[in-house]
């Protein structure tokens, strides 16, 4: 099986209007989004005053040198104050660096970037706000242009997995509008990761699998989760070594060949998590004496960012079942039965496919849910960088299947390869078990919004000509309750997800 490319007959053309109308709804919502903060925040006062409190940087370089004073404090100080919950962290990761243990659970893409466009583009602006809410300008501005870019990718990667340009349409306007837009739009880490793993499955799809690695790399210095993102290239190495046993002569040669390029992208995909994992270890744990020691440093791996989540937010296996969070747990409801559903629906839809793990699933679906006339080896077969010409000749079988739509739909429409569904349904089913069970589970709102399953499942169940109207009004109607209560509560500091 290949997670095939776009065929290069399909003129560009083509997608040019879908593009143009998706740009529109993208910028749209972020203005939306970005004007309700400034409304809530003028109309009410905040929970918590403290967000515009900065002590000076524990760096004698930095605390020697007050920074002078702003010739407009007041636009400063109002974009100081709109930086509230985890913005407050990563800001001052991106002014101070990572000071206190408990700051290293926030990744260094977002404070990084920050800084860099502080102290380059936006350098100018120091003098006539401050340093502090430049940071902040700097990071509205990186997230919602990476929010932007996140939305066409999600397009363009829905249009490779599902073969339908209006139902990638379609998934891609309820991701600009999803239910934890809010944190889409703040100094969160959510915007910079759905750009980078929507990126780097796209590339991945198309086959630039050394590119999409860097993508996938860069996603896991944004968020901890976007090392989950190697599941997909084991997945890949998994059905090419499936595929290399039953149609290569030289079978040991070439999985051994599979399993190292597979296992050399995944090892560049953990590594910045592992690198951060290591930097606070030196930072922390090393030239100290043994009673001085946290107790993480002691443990046999020590890893920092579990114990972090552990000590300081009470995030465990279970720990959060307590009927104190019964609320948290019906406000994180919608987007876990979202989920749920999106994964029966897949599972019921193809169930040999899931059963199997891909490995005996047929290449496309006929009309009486039959395999097609390509053989199961051809459906199986990698579009590998050095592939051989045969397997290239195969590929470009497995497209021309895919343009003929009379051979390659199910019973229900459904244009696409179930095996190309499967990984998106593993890594979804592995993070709803997580946020239900782990995480503070009202967390899942923002957690789910990365997954293009759920609005690829959306998306099908709001076109559907029986049900969808009733459905697309419960789901317009989730994402505007929870934009409008996300964008109150949040920007005025009080709990929401």
């Known amino acids: 099986m290949t997670l095939k490319a776009v065929p290069k007959a399909t003129p560009n053309r083509r997608l040019c209007p879908h593009t143009r109308l998706l740009l529109r709804y993208a910028v749209a919502s972020r203005l939306l989004i970005l004007t309700l903060i400034i409304i809530w925040r003028s109309l009410l006062s905040p929970y918590d005053t403290s967000a515009s409190i900065n002590p000076q940087c524990l760096s004698s370089s930095n605390s020697s040198n007050p920074p002078p004073a702003a010739l407009f404090p007041r636009v400063g100080s109002a974009i100081e104050r709109s930086i509230v919950w985890d913005g407050v962290y990563f800001a001052r990761v991106a002014e101070c660096g990572y000071e206190y243990e408990q700051t290293f659970a926030f990744l260094p893409l977002l404070p990084l970037c920050a800084?860099?466009?502080?102290?380059?583009?936006?350098?100018?602006?120091?003098?006539?706000?401050?340093?502090r809410a430049v940071l902040g300008l700097s990071g509205y501005v990186l997230n919602n242009i990476a929010f932007?870019?996140?939305?066409?990718?999600?397009?363009?990667?829905?249009?490779?997995?599902?073969?339908?340009?209006?139902?990638?349409?379609?998934?891609?306007?309820?991701?600009?509008?999803?239910?934890?837009?809010?944190?889409?739009?703040?100094?969160?880490?959510?915007?910079?990761?759905?750009?980078?793993?929507?990126?780097?499955?796209?590339?991945?799809?198309?086959?630039?699998?050394?590119?999409?690695?860097?993508?996938?790399?860069?996603?896991?210095?944004?968020?901890?989760?976007?090392?989950?993102?190697?599941?997909?290239?084991?997945?890949?190495?998994?059905?090419?070594?499936?595929?290399?046993?039953?149609?290569?002569?030289?079978?040991?040669?070439?999985?051994?060949?599979?399993?190292?390029?597979?296992?050399?992208?995944?090892?560049?995909?953990?590594?910045?998590?592992?690198?951060?994992?290591?930097?606070?270890?030196f930072n922390i744990c090393l030239g100290r004496s043994?009673?001085?020691?946290?107790?993480?440093?002691?443990?046999?791996?020590?890893?920092?960012?579990?114990?972090?989540?552990?000590?300081?937010?009470?995030?465990?296996?279970?720990?959060?079942?307590?009927?104190?969070?019964?609320?948290?747990?019906?406000?994180?409801?919608?987007?876990?039965?979202?989920a749920v559903c999106s994964i029966v629906y897949y599972v019921k839809l193809w169930p040999e496919v899931f059963?199997?793990?891909?490995?005996?699933?047929?290449?496309?679906?006929?009309?009486?849910?039959?395999?097609?006339?390509?053989?199961?080896?051809?459906?199986?077969?990698?579009?590998?960088?050095?592939?051989?010409?045969?397997?290239?000749?195969?590929?470009?079988?497995?497209?021309?299947?895919?343009?003929?739509?009379?051979?390659?739909?199910?019973?229900?429409?459904?244009?696409?390869?179930?095996?190309?569904?499967?990984?998106?349904?593993?890594?979804?089913?592995?993070?709803?078990?997580?946020?239900?069970?782990?995480?503070h589970v009202q967390v899942a709102t923002r957690f789910l919004s990365a997954s293009p399953l759920v609005y690829w499942f959306a998306s099908l169940i709001m076109g559907s000509p029986d049900i969808g109207k009733k459905w697309g009004y419960f789901i317009w109607a989730y994402c505007a309750a929870y934009i409008f209560l996300g964008s109150l509560l949040f920007s005025n500091f009080y709990p929401f997800t």
């Open 355 to 439: 059963l199997s793990l891909g490995l005996q699933a047929p290449v496309s679906m006929g009309v009486d849910g039959q395999q097609s006339s390509a053989s199961k080896n051809e459906a199986l077969n990698p579009l590998q960088d050095e592939g051989t010409l045969g397997l290239r000749r195969r590929a470009i079988k497995r497209e021309d299947l895919v343009i003929q739509s009379s051979k390659s739909e199910t019973s229900d429409g459904l244009h696409y390869d179930p095996v190309v569904i499967l990984p998106f349904v593993l890594h979804l089913s592995f993070m709803v078990a997580t946020a239900f069970f782990v995480m």
């Open 115 to 131: 800084s860099l466009l502080s102290n380059t583009v936006f350098a100018p602006l120091v003098p006539v706000i401050g340093y």
């Open 290 to 338: 043994v009673a001085e020691m946290r107790p993480w440093c002691k443990a046999r791996l020590p890893l920092l960012y579990n114990y972090i989540q552990s000590h300081y937010w009470g995030v465990g296996f279970l720990r959060y079942f307590q009927v104190k969070q019964l609320p948290n747990f019906l406000l994180a409801s919608p987007i876990l039965s979202l």
């Open 148 to 281: 932007v870019f996140a939305a066409l990718y999600l397009y363009r990667l829905s249009v490779v997995v599902l073969k339908d340009n209006e139902v990638a349409l379609r998934a891609s306007v309820l991701f600009c509008f999803n239910p934890a837009s809010i944190f889409y739009s703040s100094i969160y880490s959510e915007s910079l990761y759905a750009f980078l793993s929507f990126g780097g499955l796209y590339h991945f799809m198309n086959g630039a699998y050394n590119y999409s690695t860097f993508w996938l790399a860069l996603s896991s210095c944004a968020r901890s989760n976007g090392v989950l993102n190697a599941g997909y290239i084991c997945f890949h190495a998994m059905l090419q070594v499936y595929e290399a046993f039953f149609s290569k002569k030289r079978a040991y040669l070439v999985t051994l060949k599979i399993l190292l390029a597979a296992g050399l992208r995944s090892v560049c995909i953990f590594i910045p998590f592992i690198s951060f994992q290591a930097y606070g270890y």
